[in-house]
């Protein structure tokens, strides 16, 4: 197939954004969509490949994997290694068990499923994931499965009922994910049937033709409008836009404009230089490079990279890329490295299933904590502290009080359709009902009203439900039970007589949705005559506070606050969406500058980062928690 360096230099414009996004580079946050062109670029070569051999009979699937596999394993296994030999120097065992549970995946192509299941791409735990950029290698490992074997079958079809076949695959994957903004947001975000749209644009395109036959200035006026799309993207676009559905449409279109009006259109002339064309040479081992250094960068200053990081990200991505590509992508892909077919697939199996193997290894030994032999003891007085007893000034909780899950705590089932009141009474005084309404950011409250129990008039219950923020119109294809929970919750306010109900959650998850769905559930509930009440988002962390704790006393520093990474004016945005609830900051009541306590009295107030202790559970109630008696 004759070379387009203005594919290369499209490749530029996927890859540069998302290091730049990933770096913490201001106004790059639509970065993300550079995986997008990417989807597009790759869909548009692999077809344009398969069609050529089929056309000139020389299909074959081994062949066709041959390829592959030299285009992607070499470089991959390369910075899998530098990334797991990295990883065991400087991760404490817990993060080091998770990057081995990756490992596994990454082995087996399925690193889209397991972070599917297990983080979401913008969540606070994906920021110390370094494997975490692998998801999107997996898709298209996934649709080069499927790709040849159409492509084969259609092939001696009619070409018109071909384009048709595919263009209908398309239509069906882009429905799909349209639907699944709502309903599945990351599955929709991570796996191949929401995205194969994004590939199948290219193939459609490598299909039809490929290139324009318009005339210069037609072509440069078509390519200028696809390169406003993809930077509107760029730039535009937050982690709050929902994604990839619709919002997708732009980088895609504008990518397989940019293909088709190709070298003859002023964007193709840029695109076609020296600079552009190199970094897209080195793009696979960049995009490879900078995502395991962006984390490393977080988790051993834990804060969010600043302007020197950013700088440090970026030039050890580019040099780290460069050697990459120079020393191992090239001498594989344009086989100077000329093993038998046999021997290179094979090989490349057994790399892949080693990475697997060494995961499991990892899972196996807990993260190989020998490697810090403090940090066990340390874990150890965490726990206690966990379950410990918690004092306050009028009453005592016993060891082991927690959540009362499954019961009043609910996880991935329907237990909560056998919710009983006699049983989720966190108070027992007399006086208006109350009811603790949300997800585990509401239930971490439940220890400390039991705590200040006596402060509190009236009786207060406990529903709460995993993953399952408190509003009403509220879907997660991971918890499907969530709607039909959020609209039990009316049925116990109006069969209990609630006159209040706190309404708490992990808010920050409402964003990529739209804040404006709790303003519904509080207009609802105000409809019903009771009293709401909004706890805004508490503090969460970037990594668990033992972790912040245990560094930095290895680094001899004795600090008791850390940043938080919620933004500064998140619970304002809350509060306004909140419409006419009242509404508590816990930010604001806990933190200054940012800065938030994380150990008091020696103790941790909470035990991951953001779920409170059972310690601090009591300590923040008594502070803040809108139904406590407070003596002035």
Request: hydrophobic share 50%; charged share 15%.
């Amino acid at each position: 197939m004759k070379y387009r360096p203005e594919i290369d230099g499209l490749r530029t414009i996927a890859v540069l954004p998302v290091l730049f996004f990933h770096a913490g580079v201001a106004g790059f946050s639509g970065g993300f969509v550079g995986v997008d062109i990417f989807f597009v670029i790759s869909g548009f070569l692999i077809t344009r490949i398969l069609d050529d051999d089929l056309k000139n009979g020389r299909f074959s699937i081994l062949t066709f994997y041959e390829r592959r596999f030299r285009r992607i394993i070499p470089a991959l296994v390369f910075y899998i290694l530098l990334t797991a030999i990295a990883a065991y120097m400087l991760f404490l065992p817990p993060f080091f068990e998770d990057f081995a549970r990756s490992l596994v995946a990454v082995g087996t192509f399925t690193s889209n499923i397991y972070f599917w299941k297990f983080s979401g791409y913008f969540e606070n735990s994906a920021l110390l994931r370094p494997l975490l950029h692998t998801w999107s290698l997996a898709v298209e490992e996934q649709f080069y499965i499927f790709m040849p074997i159409a492509m084969w079958l259609l092939y001696k079809v009619n070409f018109r009922v071909r384009l048709w076949a595919f263009a209908l695959a398309l239509a069906l994957s882009l429905a799909l994910s349209i639907y699944a903004i709502d309903v599945a947001p990351t599955a929709n975000f991570f796996l191949l049937p929401t995205r194969s749209w994004e590939l199948l644009i290219g193939s459609l395109l490598a299909l039809w033709g490929g290139q324009s036959t318009l005339s210069y200035r037609k072509n440069s006026a078509v390519a200028i409008g696809a390169a406003i799309l993809i930077l509107y993207s760029v730039f535009a676009y937050t982690d709050a836009t929902p994604f990839p559905g619709l919002a997708a449409v732009l980088p895609c279109a504008g990518a397989a404009l940019i293909i088709y009006t190709g070298g003859r259109s002023v964007v193709g002339k840029i695109l076609a230089s020296g600079p552009f064309v190199f970094i897209g040479k080195i793009s696979y081992s960049l995009y490879l490079a900078h995502w395991p250094i962006t984390v490393f960068v977080r988790y051993v200053t834990l804060e969010e990279p600043n302007g020197l990081h950013a700088l440090g990200i970026i030039a050890a991505s580019l040099l780290l890329a460069i050697c990459s590509w120079r020393f191992v992508e090239t001498p594989f892909r344009l086989q100077t490295v000329s093993w038998p077919r046999r021997a290179l697939i094979g090989s490349a199996l057994a790399s892949m299933s080693i990475v697997s193997l060494f995961g499991y290894a990892g899972i196996a030994a807990h993260g190989f904590p020998q490697r810090f032999p403090g940090y066990a003891t340390k874990v150890e007085a965490r726990m206690l502290d966990v379950s410990a007893v918690v004092a306050s000034a009028d009453t005592t909780v016993q060891a082991g009080q927690t959540w009362r899950n499954g019961i009043c705590f609910f996880e991935d089932d329907d237990g909560f359709k056998k919710w009983r009141p006699e049983d989720c009474a966190l108070t027992t005084n007399t006086g208006d009902v109350a009811l603790l309404w949300g997800d585990s950011y509401a239930a971490h409250y439940a220890p400390g009203i039991v705590a200040n129990a006596a402060s509190i008039h009236g009786r207060v219950y406990e529903y709460t439900f995993a993953g399952c923020p408190p509003v009403l119109a509220y879907y997660s294809y991971a918890r499907p039970n969530c709607q039909a929970f959020n609209q039990k919750a009316l049925d116990i306010i109006r069969s209990l007589d609630v006159k209040t109900v706190v309404l708490s959650g992990r808010w920050v998850d409402l964003q990529r949705r739209g804040l404006d769905m709790l303003e519904d559930t509080v207009r609802q509930l105000q409809a019903e005559g009771v009293r709401v009440i909004v706890i805004g988002q508490s503090p969460m962390f970037v990594t668990n506070v033992d972790v912040i704790a245990f560094k930095k006393a290895a680094a001899g520093q004795k600090a008791a606050s850390w940043s938080t990474v919620i933004d500064h004016d998140f619970n304002q945005r809350l509060r306004t969406a909140a419409g006419g609830a009242d509404f508590v900051d816990p930010i604001a009541m806990d933190c200054a500058a940012g800065e938030c306590p994380y150990i008091d009295d020696g103790r941790m107030l909470y035990f991951d980062s953001g779920h409170l202790s059972n310690f601090g559970s009591a300590r923040v109630v008594e502070r803040y928690f809108p139904l406590v008696s407070r003596v002035n």
